[in-house]
């Protein structure tokens, strides 16, 4: 990875997890994707997560996996040539050993600079083998650690697991979206006893955003933060995201923690609790992600590939409810959409 890249990822940063545009048939729609490209880019996040479980992991089964990872590396580039910055392009990347293989070659061979490495598909197997699976994808790109909620397909993993993942030369970082106390402590605990201060530690957990990014954590004598997020709940409002992770780090600098932060929390989680449909173990995540931003006009629909998978039951009036009170992109969405959407 480039040294600037790894400069931008070990301070922090943006990371939306990219959702799908489909349109009202279910088809791709690609002029959406790129305005949707354009706009994180545009909401000043550092990087974008495509091909990851925002995107629907269903991609691959619907020979999308390619052209999407393509076209969103494609109007990045477009991007950096008008306001060339440090933009770190993350690939999804699934399935067993020869896929995941796979999917690594193809992403690096294309400019993303990192795989996010989901573990679903071979979570039955053990944990060496899992972590056998993990160097062999790291000897071809550079990896993003991936703690998936047992919810969505992920499972749980010891301590030990994450101990043994940190002596991987080739991990970079590791998301951690576990949604759950102890088991974050358990990579932050290993990443710090394997002595890897090169590893990033990014929240995935959508759930405790803040106080994740505000805590500062410390074992075996030494302090760490999560410096970032990899987030579905940044794939909206990522203007504001972007803001506040600015003034998170000031605060991390001056040591001080003004008692509001913690009901800007409280008020977040509240808000990812409709988005990600909490209420319904979460069976309305995408499609809740998918229908603020239709709402804002960035997505032609709120569809994702399952025509079962939508929002579940009152979680458009929840919605509702949340957008009421957060603060929201609506008025930066609205003078650049039109540009978005229609530039080549």
């Known amino acids: 990875m480039d040294s600037s890249l790894r400069t931008q990822l070990q301070a922090g940063t943006v990371i939306p997890a990219s959702p799908l545009a489909l349109n009202k048939n279910r088809e791709w729609s ?139 030369p080739n991990v970079v970082a590791i998301k951690i979206a576990a949604f759950n106390r102890y088991q974050t402590l358990d990579v932050i605990r290993a990443v710090i006893v394997s002595g890897r201060d090169d590893i990033a530690l990014y929240t995935g957990n959508d759930d405790n955003i803040i106080n994740d990014l505000l805590t500062p954590f410390h074992f075996n004598g030494q302090r760490r933060w999560i410096v970032g997020g990899l987030l579905g709940q940044w794939a909206v409002w990522t203007q504001q995201a972007t803001t506040m992770l600015e003034q998170i780090k000031k605060l991390r600098q001056q040591g001080t923690l003004p008692i509001h932060w913690l009901t800007a929390n409280a008020s977040l989680t509240d808000a990812n609790a409709a988005i990600f449909d909490a209420a319904n173990d979460f069976s309305g995540c995408i499609p809740g992600v998918n229908e603020v931003l239709r709402r804002q006009g960035l997505l032609p629909s709120n569809l994702c590939l399952d025509p079962a998978e939508t929002l579940s039951p009152g979680q458009s009036a929840e919605l509702d409810r949340v957008t009421a009170d957060q603060k929201t992109d609506n008025q930066f969405i609205a003078q650049n959409l039109t540009s978005w959407l229609t530039e080549k």
């Open 30 to 168: 690609a002029r959406h994707q790129n305005a949707l490209t354009r706009y994180y880019y545009h909401a000043g996040a550092g990087g974008i997560a495509v091909g990851v479980h925002t995107t629907q992991f269903a991609i691959r089964d619907h020979k999308l996996y390619e052209p999407v990872l393509s076209s969103v590396v494609k109007t990045i580039g477009q991007l950096q040539e008008t306001n060339p910055r440090p933009f770190i392009q993350i690939a999804g990347i699934c399935g067993d050993t020869q896929q995941a293989s796979e999917e690594a070659q193809f992403a690096k061979s294309i400019g993303y600079h990192a795989g996010l490495l989901t573990t679903n598909a071979i979570r039955e197997k053990s944990e060496s083998e899992i972590l056998e699976h993990c160097r062999v994808i790291a000897d071809i790109i550079p990896v993003f650690g991936f703690y998936l909620h047992p919810a969505v397909g992920g499972r749980v993993y010891s301590h030990q697991f994450w101990l043994e993942f940190c002596k991987i």
